[in-house]
T-cell receptor, first 112, second 113 residues
Framework: SQQGEEDPQALSIQEGENATMNCSYKTSINNLQWYRQNSGRGLVHLILIRSNEREKHSGRLRVTLDTSKKSSSLLITASRAADTASYFCATKLSSGNTPLVFGKGTRLSVIA | DVKVTQSSRYLVKRTGEKVFLECVQDMDHENMFWYRQDPGLGLRLIYFSYDVKMKEKGDIPEGYSVSREKKERFSLILESASTNQTSMYLC????????????FGPGTRLTVT
């Protein structure tokens, strides 16, 4: 079963609106990361939040982590057409030197 | 800037052919990874390597093998390509440990006919 699951699978908003995507996971983590993928390209790392952190900001991105609920959210404020992409969460399990586990992604469409 | 390059953006091969997908990173990263990405299935880990000449199976290693003779290069090999291996293949590297930030190549879209 998938460690990280994004919700919703797809999201369509108007330019200037905020976009919120969620990620839930099943087992204890060391860190959680968000990546963006433009159509047909590789993934680009956006932000990493550690298990002892609750919130992190990077430009128009805000990530929160609630370890008690095993969930994270990615907020993109004042969205632009260029934010149109798929967004993936990836989790690092707290035990062992295991690789990241990626979710299936949220497809965000920002309409100009 | 870290750069991860993949040998081809698009590749078309015939069933039964041996296929090599090459990945090179230029930042002296310890770790390298191969994923395949299919619609609705997200990224699935095929193989990874934490050191030269070291390799570990990921979630879907069947039908694939890998080679890491030099630190900067990680090759994915399809011994006998099949149509169900038609997919987008993504290579990534990271500096330390399994959970650090990964840097991805642009991907190779492989079609097996």
């Amino acid at each position: 079963s998938q460690q990280g699951e994004e919700d919703p699978q797809a999201l369509s908003i108007q330019e200037g609106e905020n976009a919120t995507m969620n990620c839930s996971y099943k087992t204890s983590i060391n860190n959680l990361q968000w990546y963006r993928q433009n159509s047909g390209r590789g993934l680009v790392h956006l932000i990493l939040i550690r298990s002892n952190e609750r919130e992190k900001h990077s430009g128009r991105l805000r990530v929160t982590l609630d370890t008690s609920k095993k969930s994270s959210s990615l907020l993109i404020t004042a969205s632009r057409a260029a934010d149109t992409a798929s967004y993936f969460c990836a989790t690092k399990l707290s035990s062992g030197n295991t690789p990241l586990v990626f979710g299936k992604g949220t497809r965000l469409s920002v309409i100009a | 800037d870290v750069k991860v390059t993949q040998s081809s953006r698009y590749l078309v091969k015939r069933t039964g052919e041996k296929v090599f997908l090459e990945c090179v990173q230029d930042m002296d990263h310890e770790n390298m990874f191969w994923y395949r990405q299919d619609p609705g299935l997200g990224l699935r880990l095929i193989y990874f390597s934490y050191d030269v000449k070291m390799k570990e199976k990921g979630d879907i290693p069947e039908g694939y093998s890998v080679s890491r003779e030099k630190k900067e290069r990680f090759s994915l090999i399809l011994e006998s390509a099949s149509t169900n291996q038609t997919s987008m293949y993504l290579c990534a590297s990271s500096q330390h440990g399994g959970g650090s930030e990964q840097y991805f190549g642009p991907g190779t879209r492989l079609t097996v006919t």
